[in-house]
């Protein structure tokens, strides 16, 4: 399974982003999917998560102004991200826990490459 970021870019604050991340790969469904910020010499950072149900988590700093939403069916998913800041600049990770289901059951988890997001002030 693999994953593709895209979406990324530079933005002036007060601005508006979608991320997209695609999976491809065969005979698999995606559980859970999980986006992740990391600047230069700081740790990652979890910033919204979705389940193959729907139910969605989010960070303190991206709780009202981002919106994380998946097509199960396309296997794609998306982060919104409105009211930019410049501390959201940062590259942006999706990760998704999978399951191969033939020949034999098999669960993974795949990273995407980074995507960066630049906010100017």
């Known amino acids: 399974v693999q994953l593709q970021a895209s979406g990324g870019g530079l933005v002036q604050a007060g601005g508006s982003l979608r991320l997209s991340c695609a999976a491809s790969?065969?005979?698999?469904?995606?559980?859970?999917m999980e986006w992740y910020r990391q600047g230069s010499g700081n740790q990652r950072e979890l910033v919204a998560t979705?389940?193959?149900?729907?139910?969605?988590n989010y960070a303190d700093s991206a709780k009202g102004r981002f919106t994380i939403t998946g097509d199960n069916a396309k296997k794609t998913y998306y982060l919104q991200m409105n009211s930019l800041k410049p501390e959201d600049t940062d590259v942006y990770y999706c990760?998704?826990?999978?399951?191969?289901?033939?020949?034999?059951?098999?669960?993974?988890?795949?990273w995407g490459q980074g995507t960066l997001v630049t906010v100017s002030s």
């Open positions: 990760a998704a826990d999978y399951i191969i289901h033939h020949p034999t059951t098999v669960a993974g988890r795949a």
């Open positions: 790969g065969s005979g698999f469904s995606i559980n859970d």
């Open positions: 979705i389940t193959r149900g729907g139910q969605t």
